[in-house]
């Protein structure tokens, strides 16, 4: 897959989305986000480019090969959490300085009233699409569909900048491009260090877990004001967090995405995992 394919794909994905969720907002015009309805949106416009890869690149494997959902070396795993960990201080004290200077006029504290006002049980649900099924869903996508047929024909540098550049830009809001492109790159990094689309998922899911708890944890304290900073699902209006911090977790996260990266060309389960991503 070449580059420019690869742009094509992710602006159809993305314009289907909206005309998706253009049409369901069409019938349920209601002033509420309905979190759900956009998910699955989402879910459908990015499952059908999946399948639109799938079919023109390699039509007879199963859609777990393709995407690259296979084992691995096991320390990617708990490096991934870690690294999910790492990554909350930077990305999200980039995302407060953008837009304290370039406001984006979007308040994303409506999602801390959705929590306060859900039961438990929409609570849970709104967990499982915040912190599974939606770093899931775009992995699958980004790091699978696109990223491993553009490997065929590019090398690792151009396929995680374009990958982390597609993701991205697929959110829309011009604030989070930076952050978010900060967050697929690692993202990127671990793909193909590890072989295996399990990794990066899992530190997908657990970036997002931290923005959920600190969702329940605004909405128990009935504070609307207080919204957290998340790449895959909600960013924040305001987010104050001390540079000591910022700058530990900034370097923490440069160590572990050096030790992925020294891993991948050391452990023989990565060495197997990139090899079937080639083959």
Known sequence: MSVVAAVGWVAGVTFLFLWLLGVVASFRPAPELDVVSSFACQAAAYLLGLFGVLQLHAPRA?????????????AFYPLAVALGFALEGPVA???TLIERRWPSGINDAELVRVFVEASALERAALGLIFIALGPALEEVFF????????HWKHGAPLVIATTAALFAVAHVEWQKFLPIGIFGVALGVLRVASGSLAPPILLHATYNAIQCFALLSAADAGSVNEVPAAAGAALPETTAMPGWLVAASSACALVLIALACALGNRAEGAARAREKDLS
Request: net charge positive.
């Open 143 to 150: 790091r699978g569909a696109l990223a491993r047929p553009m």
């Open 62 to 74: 199963s859609i777990r090969e393709f995407v690259g959902l296979r084992r691995t070396h096991a």
């Open 93 to 95: 004290a980039l995302y």
